[in-house]
């Protein structure tokens, strides 16, 4: 079977799920990041799998804006987790109950 | 050849973000996180996307994850606790999963959508001059806007860091 559009998309949906899992599945901070970045990695993928098999190029447009937005995102969210830490000593997300009851 | 290709990236890319998901340490979770970037320019690259898989390679594997190991560094964060999945989480996962088949399937099976790789356009975002073309043409705003947003995610990130006075 040659490789088409649904393969890639196929891809890139199994990945943005595999993202989804750990955002819920993990507790420390810093690894729900890295699986953010992985859904944000697999919309990447889809948009250019669309945009080649479209024939124009504002798909890839769009995710050279993703990823530009995606490092600012992570620069920031690295300094409110240092932030975070330096007030509450922990990364961990069950620790983090301010707002429980 | 070009399928083998794809599914051997597909398979890199799929089993190392699986692994950045179940490493116990987040030191291995950010290897396995540059093995998942260096798989997914592969796929751009097969996909004649040049520019944006040398982009994934310096921004991404370059800056973000060398950014992750240098805060789990200044943390001092260690292995976690063996967790056990909830419940919930896997039901979420799964009908999260069911969804986005569910579009796929939907979004591929239109006839609206060039899906085979015969007859393909030659590829326009392939060559940089284009990529510079289009963003000082068609996309002048955004990328001025881009610029605003980096040069404010500069001065927050500057004021989240700094130590505030308790006086």
Known sequence: ?101 | MTDIFFYIFAALTLGSALCVTLAKSPVNAAMFLITTFIGMASLFVLLEAYFLAVIQILVYAGAVVVLFLFIIMLLDVGEEKRVRTKLVTWIASFVGLALLIVGVVGITSSDNIQTQAEALPEAAGATLKNFGYELFTTYQLPMQVTGFLLLIAMIGVIVLSKRVKTD
């Not at chain 1, 992985?38 to 804006?65: D, P, Q, T």
């Not at chain 1, 995606?70 to 330096?86: H, M, S, Y």
Request: hydrophobic residues 60%; charged residues 10%.
């Open chain 1, 1 to 101: 079977m040659t490789v088409g559009l649904e393969q890639y998309i196929a891809v890139s949906a199994l990945l943005f799920a595999i993202g989804f899992f750990g955002v819920l599945r993990r507790k420390n901070t810093l690894v729900i990041y890295m699986c953010l970045e992985l859904m944000l990695n697999a919309c990447n993928l889809g948009l250019i799998a669309f945009s080649r098999f479209h024939g124009g190029m504002s798909g890839s447009v769009f995710v050279f804006f993703i990823i530009t937005v995606a490092a600012a995102e992570v620069a920031v969210g690295l300094a409110i987790i240092v932030a975070l830490f330096r007030k509450r000593q922990t990364v961990q997300v069950p620790e983090l109950n301010a707002l429980k009851n």
